[in-house]
C-alpha cells in the first residue's frame, strides 16, 4: 500500500522560514494535502496541490512537488510562534478516497 | 454553524469492556471515517464510509466495529478484542465525489483503558 515518510522534528527561530519536507511511493496520487494539529486537537487544511503542478503559492505558505522523485515540500515563510504545531503531509491511496498520512512533523518555533 | 462533533473529549474504560465513541457531522457530507493517531506513527485508518448503510474496513480494522444507520452519525465501537486501545480517535467527512477530497476533522476522543 502507499507509504509516506515525513522527519519528525523540526525547530526554527521566529522569522525565519520553515521547510517540512514529505515523500510518497505511489505514483499514481492526484491530490497531495498538508494538515496542520495543534496540541489536543483535530487536524486542519492547510493547503493541497494537483499532481499536474509544480508549486503552489496561498500567502505565507508555498507547496513545492517533484513528481519524479515523489518530494513534497510546505514552506512556511516568517515563521511564527503560532505556527508552533504537527503537520501531517497525506495523499490519496489508489483506488479509495480515504487518505494515507505521514507521521506528522512537530514544529517548534523558538522565540 | 457546519462542522463535526465528537463526544466525549476523554473516555476511560476498564480493560475487557466495550465502549463507543460518537461523531456527528451538519455538512451533508456523505462519506466519514475514522482514524487512530498514536504518538509519532501519524493517523491510521479504522474505517471508513462512502454512503448510508455501507463501510469498509481500512487498515487496523481489527477489534473496531461501525455502523453508518443515518448520514450524519458515524459511531465507532471499541471491543474487548482490540489489545491495545488507549489512542486519540479522529473521526473525519467529506464529499463522497468530487476531484479535491478535503477532510474536515472532529476534536478528537481521548481513550484511555485503565
Not at chain 1, 512556511?76 to 506528522?104: E, H, K, N, P, W
Request: net charge neutral.
Amino acid at each position: 500500500g502507499e507509504d509516506v515518510e515525513q522527519s519528525l522534528f523540526l525547530s526554527v527561530r521566529e522569522g525565519d522560514s520553515s521547510v517540512i519536507n514529505c515523500t510518497y511511493t505511489d505514483s499514481s496520487s492526484t491530490y497531495l494535502y498538508w494538515y496542520k494539529q495543534e496540541p489536543g486537537a483535530g487536524l486542519q487544511l492547510l493547503t493541497y496541490i494537483f499532481s499536474n503542478m509544480d508549486m503552489k503559492q496561498d500567502q505565507r505558505l508555498t507547496v513545492l512537488l517533484n513528481k519524479k522523485d515523489k518530494h513534497l515540500s510546505l514552506r512556511i515563510a516568517d515563521t511564527q510562534t503560532g505556527d508552533s504545531a504537527i503537520y501531517f503531509c497525506a495523499v490519496a491511496g489508489t483506488g479509495r478516497r480515504a487518505l494515507t498520512f505521514g507521521s506528522g512533523t512537530r514544529l517548534q518555533v523558538q522565540p | 454553524d457546519g462542522g463535526i462533533t465528537q463526544s466525549p473529549k476523554y473516555l476511560f474504560r476498564k480493560e475487557g469492556q466495550n465502549v463507543t465513541l460518537s461523531c456527528e457531522q451538519n455538512l451533508n457530507h456523505d462519506a466519514m471515517y475514522w482514524y487512530r493517531q498514536d504518538p509519532g506513527q501519524g493517523l491510521r485508518l479504522i474505517y471508513y464510509s462512502q454512503i448510508v448503510n455501507d463501510f469498509q474496513k481500512g487498515d487496523i480494522a481489527e477489534g473496531y466495529s461501525v455502523s453508518r444507520e443515518k448520514k450524519e452519525s458515524f459511531p465507532l465501537t471499541v471491543t474487548s478484542a482490540q489489545k491495545n486501545p488507549t489512542a486519540f480517535y479522529l473521526c473525519a467527512s467529506s464529499m463522497a465525489s468530487g476531484r479535491v477530497n478535503e477532510q474536515f476533522f472532529g476534536p478528537g476522543t481521548r481513550l484511555t483503558v485503565l
